[in-house]
Every structure is written in structure tokens, then in C-alpha cells.
């Protein structure tokens, strides 16, 4: 069974500062990892994902993550917050296929603060 | 991008009524979508997953009878919420999977939800 642990329900950093939200995970097969992001009332938008090749995965919003299968994690960083970074972060991981139904297995979620 | 839309986006409805949420991926054809239920300041969690004319697979501890879910075609998919109770307000989000025609085969397209009150 797959899972996801997400380190620290609440992250608050100040404008211009290094984000960086926690993700480790569980899976018995290669992994594929994902961020979404959540603003309040909408549904999640994909911020970037893991499947297989370069573990360095840029997405948008200059967010990225690294894949590190040692520490079995998956990281999200930005260099630089900005005020409109303020949202929930969910990590997930899917242990299926491509070309099957990918059933997600979501992480509680980090709520993202950033102040002036 | 591939659009993903809910209706409604909030409905509030009396204890004992069937409310119907409908998902609809808007330019795209969706051979597998996923309904996902939310609680305030917790994560997504999967309660079926539903297949464009086969019946939905849900998971453990869904009732499946109160949870009724219809893929009728490869746009659409509703999640009808049958005598409904308090205890079933939620945030509920559909999520879209594209078929091999078109989008990322590995990457699930979400609606923007729908808020569910039953007084």
C-alpha cells in the first residue's frame, strides 16, 4: 500500500524567503509523485509531477521538487515566496501504471503562510 | 489545459433529500473520473473511482448505496448523495482522467468542488 506523510501541517515564511514543504512517502513499486496546490473553496491544481527520468522536476509558479529514492522523498522549494504562494500544498503518490486508472493517496496537506 | 467542471459549486438541502453533483470535463474525453470527498482543513479522500459505462468501484467503507455514481458518458460523471444526512456535509471534488486520445495518461484533471451543507 502506498502513503504519504507530509511534515508540518502549517509553514509560515516571510515574502522573499526559501519555501520548503515536506514529503516523504511510502510505495512498494517505483513511485509517481505529485503537488498539487488548493486555494480556499477550489479545487487542486497540479503544480508539477514525478514519473520516471530527471529526479529535478520544475513546475509552475517556479515551484520544484526533488525525487531523493534513498530518503524516499519528494521535497517542494521556491526560492522566493510571494504573497500569492499562500494556499494548502498536498503531496500524493500513485503506484499504478501510466495507462491505468491512477488512484492518488493524498497527504494531509501543509497550509502555506506568507507574510510581509 | 483540460477543464474540469462541477455543478453545482454549493448546495445546501434538508435532511433526508438526494442531492445530485455533477462532474464534466469540458474539452476532453474522460474515460475514468474520481470522486473525492474533503473535510475542512484535511486531505482528499478517494471514495470511488468510476469508469464510463461500467459500474463504479468504490472504496473501503463507501456505501456504495448512499453514494450513488453514474458515468454515462466520456464527459460527464454524477455523484448522487441519497438521504442525505448533517454528518454528509462535505467538500466533494471530481477529478478526470484523460483517455489515451488526449492530455497526460498519468495525470488527473480536478474540478473545483462543491460544497455539500444538509441542515
Known amino acids: 500500500a502506498q502513503s504519504v506523510t507530509q511534515l508540518g501541517s502549517h509553514v509560515s515564511v516571510s515574502e522573499g524567503a526559501l519555501v520548503l514543504l515536506r514529503c516523504n512517502y511510502s510505495s512498494s513499486v517505483p513511485p509517481y509523485l505529485f503537488w498539487y496546490v488548493q486555494y480556499p473553496n477550489q479545487g487542486l491544481q497540479l503544480l508539477l509531477k514525478?514519473?520516471?527520468?530527471?529526479?529535478l522536476v520544475k513546475g509552475i509558479n517556479g515551484f520544484e521538487a526533488e525525487f531523493k529514492k534513498s530518503e524516499t522523498s519528494f521535497h517542494l522549494t521556491k526560492p522566493s515566496a510571494h504573497m500569492s504562494d499562500a494556499a494548502e500544498y498536498f503531496c500524493a503518490v500513485s503506484e499504478e501504471e501510466a495507462g491505468t486508472a491512477s488512484k492518488l493517496t493524498f497527504g494531509t496537506g501543509t497550509r502555506l503562510q506568507v507574510t510581509l | 489545459g483540460a477543464v474540469v467542471s462541477q455543478h453545482p459549486s454549493r448546495v445546501i438541502c434538508k435532511s433526508g433529500t438526494s442531492v445530485k453533483i455533477e462532474c464534466r470535463s469540458l474539452?476532453?474525453?474522460?474515460?475514468?473520473m474520481f470522486w473525492y470527498r474533503q473535510f475542512p482543513k484535511q486531505s482528499l479522500m478517494l471514495m470511488a473511482t468510476?469508469?464510463?459505462?461500467?459500474?463504479?468501484?468504490?472504496e473501503q467503507g463507501v456505501e456504495k448505496d448512499k453514494f450513488l455514481i453514474n458515468h454515462a458518458s466520456l464527459t460527464l460523471s454524477t455523484l448522487t448523495v441519497t438521504s442525505a444526512h448533517p454528518e454528509d456535509s462535505s467538500f466533494y471534488i471530481c477529478?478526470?482522467?484523460?483517455?489515451?486520445?488526449?492530455?497526460?495518461?498519468?495525470?488527473?484533471?480536478f474540478g473545483p468542488g462543491t460544497r455539500l451543507t444538509v441542515l
Open positions: 468510476s469508469n464510463e459505462g461500467s459500474k463504479a468501484t468504490y
Open positions: 477529478s478526470a482522467r484523460a483517455s489515451s486520445g488526449g492530455g497526460a495518461i498519468d495525470e488527473q484533471f
Open positions: 514525478y514519473t520516471t527520468g530527471a529526479t
Open positions: 474539452d476532453f474525453q474522460a474515460t475514468t
